[in-house]
């Protein structure tokens, strides 16, 4: 069971705009950044967002984030096939020491 | 541009260990520090610990403390992970990452499947 909660699963049609929820507490997203990641079939995890809402160089402003209380949100537009994979988000726990992460989002683009 | 490349799959037996290496280049390897996160199959990402590049210092995930070990080799820009006492529950893929001050992570290797049978 991961300390971070996310959806299993999320669809929309291409073209479209979906949310990706990740629910902690104060001790996680309530004190501290958020990021998320992007995993395709078989391969390594890819950083999307960072430091609750920042994008790394080359990934396309389609991909935004935000945090509210003890909440984030990874939203996506423009819904393309290629946007198919697992989502993650993850952050810091104080009261564990440790990085955490979401049990993942599975995004099926129909 | 940066890249982590690590070593190649591994097959163990139940209770050996497992090394795996993680070489980086493109930046100053002692400026960042690497984490080492795992994912079991068809699981979620699992984070097992982070070494400082600078000065080696490490913090490991409390449920893998006593079998994990980090290094790195700042000669070779080279960091390393061994989990001894395998178990079959072990299995995953493990990914080193660049790990930044605010815990996130942007840049990871590809990946080395350890897998763990009898």
């Known amino acids: 069971q991961s300390v971070l909660t996310q959806p299993p699963s999320v669809s929309a049609a291409p073209g479209q705009k979906v949310t990706i929820s990740c629910s902690g507490s104060?001790?996680?997203?309530?004190?501290?950044?958020v990021s998320w990641y992007q995993q395709l079939p078989r391969t390594a995890p890819k950083l999307l967002i960072y430091?609750?809402?920042k994008r790394p160089s080359g990934i396309p402003d389609r991909f935004s984030g935000s945090k509210s209380g003890t909440s984030a949100t990874l939203g996506i537009t423009g819904l393309q096939t290629g946007d198919e994979a697992d989502y993650y988000c993850?952050?810091?726990?104080?009261?564990?020491?440790?990085?955490?992460f979401g049990g993942g989002t599975k995004l099926t683009v129909l | 541009q940066v890249q982590l490349v690590q070593s190649g799959a591994e097959v163990k037996k139940p209770g050996a260990s497992v090394k795996v290496s993680c070489k980086a280049s493109?930046?100053?390897?002692?400026?960042?520090?690497i984490s080492w996160v795992r994912q079991a199959p068809g699981q979620g990402l699992e984070w097992m610990g982070w070494?400082?590049?600078?000065?080696?210092?490490?913090n490991y995930a409390q449920n893998l403390q006593g079998r994990l070990t980090m290094t790195t080799d700042t000669s070779t820009s080279t960091a390393s992970m061994e989990l001894r006492s395998l178990r079959s529950d072990d299995t995953a893929v493990y990914y080193c990452?660049?790990?930044?001050?605010?815990?996130?992570?942007?840049?990871w290797g590809q990946g080395t499947l350890v897998t763990v049978s009898s």
């Open positions: 990452a660049r790990g930044r001050s605010t815990y996130y992570f942007d840049y």
């Open positions: 493109g930046y100053t390897f002692s400026t960042y520090g």
């Open positions: 070494i400082s590049s600078y000065n080696g210092n490490t």
């Open positions: 104060s001790s996680n997203i309530g004190n501290n950044y």
């Open positions: 430091d609750n809402n």
């Open positions: 993850g952050t810091w726990d104080s009261s564990l020491s440790a990085v955490v």
